[in-house]
């Protein structure tokens, strides 16, 4: 079998594959051109979506491509070719994802940035900190990475929520309901996460009118994608006291421009899209159990189907 890394990381991600499997050929490098030229003659693409689909607008063509990235955004571009196989990264970002999730939600309840400020000020902070015991929170995305946050919540004493494309059962979610009772549940939680994928049904979803019906002390966390967010209504949004606060890692353009408002917005903390880095290690075995799955012929993790995005 014949694969090519198209890879940051690709000197790294060629060891790991190579102690995994000794006899599989490997192919990659870090200049544009040669990566080009040795594309032609791999049939198994492994990296991450925005050099993948500069391969596919040189005209390549795969037979399947594993993303490194959860995300696969790129290779949904308008033009580009969709008859191959394209997994995504699965079952490697819950952990990573819960802890930022997590890292915020305690720094609310213990008003951390309050606190340094009152430290710069010397001024003593003897407010009792608050628990995240039945605390709501509310995961909009329970895909695998949604559902393994919730996972890692319910030690901590949650009530948890959740919205999905449709209404289901799923453990361990008191409720997920379907995106039509985004505008009902905003308003009855404590914490929004955003973990949807990008696709055109998630696109300015967290607009005006949803932010006026956000609980007023409800924080919003945006880990999933930039352009579910309408940036302007945010920002208005925590002037006029819609919500508490929010944590922004991703955004629609990246890396945020210096006259952003968000930059300057009540409220607002960014955090520059570091919530859930891929593990090489953990790609590089996803990898290999997709690529046994995928030379006898059977289901792959993390197959995407292309009319949905994801």
Known sequence: MRVLIAEQDHALYTRLLREALPDLEIFTSGDSAELSRLAADCPVWLGQPDLL?????????????????????????HGLPREYRLTRAVGIFGQVMAEY???????HEREVLSRLMSQVERKWDGRSGRSLEGRRVLIVG??????????????????????????????????????????????????VVNLLPDTPATHDIYDAALFARF???????????????????????????????????????EPLPRNHPFWTALGLLLTGHSSAPTSPVAMARLFVENLGAYGAGEELRGEVDFARGY
Not at 53 to 77: E, F, K, N, Y
Not at 147 to 155: D, K, S
Not at 233 to 250: E, P, Q, R
């Open 53 to 77: 689909a500069t391969l596919l607008r040189q005209g390549h063509r795969p037979d399947w491509v594993q993303s490194t990235w959860a995300g696969i955004t790129p290779l949904l571009a």
């Open 101 to 107: 999730v997590l890292t915020y939600m305690l720094g």
């Open 142 to 191: 329970t895909g695998d990475i949604g559902r393994q946050v919730g996972e890692f919540l319910v030690p901590f004493g949650v009530h948890l929520y959740g919205v999905a494309s449709q209404p289901r059962v799923l453990a361990p979610f008191i409720e997920v309901a379907g995106l039509d009772d985004l505008g009902r549940l905003v308003g009855e939680v404590d914490y």
């Open 215 to 253: 609980n007023p002390d409800a924080l919003f966390i945006n880990a999933g994608r930039g352009m579910a967010v309408v940036d302007g209504d945010l920002v208005d949004a925590l002037t006029k006291g819609h919500l508490a606060g929010a944590v922004i890692d991703v955004c629609r353009q």
